[in-house]
């Protein structure tokens, strides 16, 4: 965990949660686990407040829970995940994703069960409902029935997966706080298991729904406010009490992984290419795990008989497409048999390293030119050069080759490697050679995109700060010297900052999410060379 992952979770959680969260939150994540009194104590916080900080956090799943590190009986140890907390970037990704699969009925089901941490099916299914009748017209309401549909798809596709029950952690409930999944109450014998351990995780309660969603009035705004008295008392009632639901985020990203290699095939190859691995992906979407190198084998008969029913290729072309795809320098498909007329899989963790690599190469050729980038993929491919080597290959005059290769090793994006003839290390007999090294150089500019994410997030809200003290000067009648003043608490680079970022207000959404894009891929590729 490094500075600028600590520094953007405090603000996604100050943002999200408010400040007394983010203070327990980023010294849990600084500090370790710790038990209740040594947060309390180094935080100098109030107890009651520390308590509801970690039941936030628990909810949301951004904290873990057990017993001390002195074993049974010894208190209850918190840790802080940085990784959870940081996944509260894609939140809005991940609702755009359900909305593509599942239309307005799925993205808000996953909406409300992100909002909330983790929801049962019957509470979930009659928010949704109440959300969609207020939008609709008047005399039209939702029906339970089709929210529960859509529910029961995102849990079939594996993107919603039951919580862990409360018994599997060693908890009960107390006087002072509610028997869900995620509250800390009682010293839990061992470490909280996941939710794939669950034999039940994506089997579907018996839930009695019947009705229609209810418009809301204008009259019923504080109803939200006891929201947590209704939600247990509408769960008794539907047969589905204790049974949480929680977002799936593994199998999202597993879904990003595999549109991402979609796209690199139809940009790279054909759109018909694309398709094939498509269904190939979609065949063994369920069955293949996030860790896992390759997909299943499937053989060229089923991937046949699965294709969409537009695309109408004969066998001999698929069989042409599928030697095409395993030929590929990219490697994204690969054969493991002949029976069946072949056996081909996806290859998961080739896929990502040549996705990782081709934003490496964007990124330099965004920043310092296509001649850097040219240099950049040519020590990519041929591992270590000298000098003299890369300006014959690069076809780049000498001095502009070693000003290039000079700035991107001042950047860390290219590396020197000294190898001596002699014991003495003497300069006129050592060989200096270039090289990339992917894996450090994908680490570092995934910190860079957390940097682009921290000084957005400041300045916009530094901006909104500002603007709000000055609405209400201005109302209250304040003099010109003193809304001055306050002008005057932007600094010159940071105003030319926020000019730029209000002219292009409009894009700043997207930016965030191609940043968001570049981060996934990076992590992708850093978590898959950890499970080789």
């Given at each position: 965990m490094t500075a600028q992952e600590v520094r953007l979770c405090g603000l996604l959680l100050q943002e999200h949660f408010g400040e007394v969260v983010e203070r327990i939150g980023t010294h849990l994540l600084r500090a370790g686990a710790q038990n209740l009194r040594t947060i309390a104590n180094e935080t100098n916080t109030p107890l009651d407040l520390v308590k509801k900080s970690l039941c936030v956090l628990v909810q949301h799943g951004a904290c873990e829970f057990g017993s001390g590190r002195r074993g049974p009986g010894s208190p209850?140890?918190?840790?802080?995940?940085c990784e959870r907390v940081l996944r509260v970037l894609r939140y809005p990704r991940y609702i755009y994703t359900a909305k593509t699969l599942y239309g307005d009925?799925?993205?808000?089901?996953?909406?409300?069960?992100?909002q909330r941490g983790h929801m049962t099916m019957s509470n979930t299914v009659k928010t949704v409902a109440d959300r969609l009748t207020h939008n609709m017209e008047e005399g039209r309401s939702m029906e339970y029935s089709e929210v529960v549909s859509a529910f029961s798809k995102l849990v079939e596709t594996h993107f919603l997966q039951r919580?862990?029950?409360v018994a599997e952690m060693g908890t009960a409930a107390t006087s002072a706080t509610p028997a869900t999944p995620g509250t800390p109450a009682a010293p839990a014998s061992t470490a909280p298991p996941t939710a794939e351990s669950n034999p039940d995780c994506y089997k579907l309660p018996h839930v009695t729904l019947t009705g229609r969603g209810k418009r809301r009035r204008s009259s019923d705004d504080s109803e939200e406010q006891r929201g947590g008295k209704k939600a247990k008392m509408d769960s008794e009632s539907c047969g589905d009490e204790g049974i949480y639901w929680q977002v799936n985020f593994e199998r999202f990203h597993q879904h990003f992984r595999d549109q991402a290699i979609i796209s690199a095939v139809a940009s790279?190859?054909?759109?018909?290419?694309?398709?094939?691995v498509r269904t190939m992906l979609r065949m063994s979407e369920v069955t293949t795990t996030q860790t896992a190198a390759y997909t299943?084998?499937?053989?060229?008969?089923?991937?046949?008989?699965s294709l969409?029913?537009?695309?109408?290729?004969?066998?001999?072309?698929?069989d042409q497409y599928l030697s095409l795809l395993v030929d590929d320098p990219m490697e994204f498909v690969g054969k493991s048999g002949d029976s069946g007329g072949g056996m081909y899989v996806v290859n998961l963790q080739r896929a990502l390293a040549n996705l990782a690599r081709a934003t490496l190469e964007s990124v330099v050729q965004e920043r310092f030119g296509s001649r850097s980038a040219r240099i950049f993929r040519l020590l990519l491919r041929k591992r270590h050069l000298e000098q003299k080597q890369v300006e014959d290959f690069a076809m780049i005059p000498a001095k502009e080759a070693k000003d290039m290769l000079y700035t991107l090793l001042s950047e860390n994006l290219v590396q020197l490697q000294e190898i001596p003839k002699t014991p003495d290390h003497a300069p006129s007999r050592t060989f200096y050679l270039y090289t990339v090294n992917q894996l450090p150089t994908a680490r570092l500019l995934l910190q860079h995109c957390y940097k682009v994410h921290i000084q957005t997030k400041r300045l916009l809200e530094k901006s909104q700060r500002i603007e709000a003290i000055l609405a209400s000067l201005q109302a209250s009648g304040a003099e010109p010297e003193q809304l001055t003043e306050v002008e005057e608490m932007i600094t010159a680079p940071e105003r030319q900052q926020l000019e730029a970022?209000?002219?292009?207000?409009?894009k700043l959404d997207s930016t965030e999410n191609q940043v968001d894009e570049t981060v996934f891929l990076l992590e992708s590729y850093i978590f898959s060379t950890k499970t080789k």
């Open positions: 209850v140890e918190y840790r802080a995940s009925t799925g993205e808000l089901i996953v909406e409300e069960v992100l919580c862990p029950p790279k190859l054909d759109q018909t290419s694309s398709e094939i299943q084998p499937l053989s060229a008969n089923e991937i046949f008989r969409p029913p537009n695309y109408s290729i004969s066998r001999p072309i698929l970022l209000r002219h292009h207000i409009n």
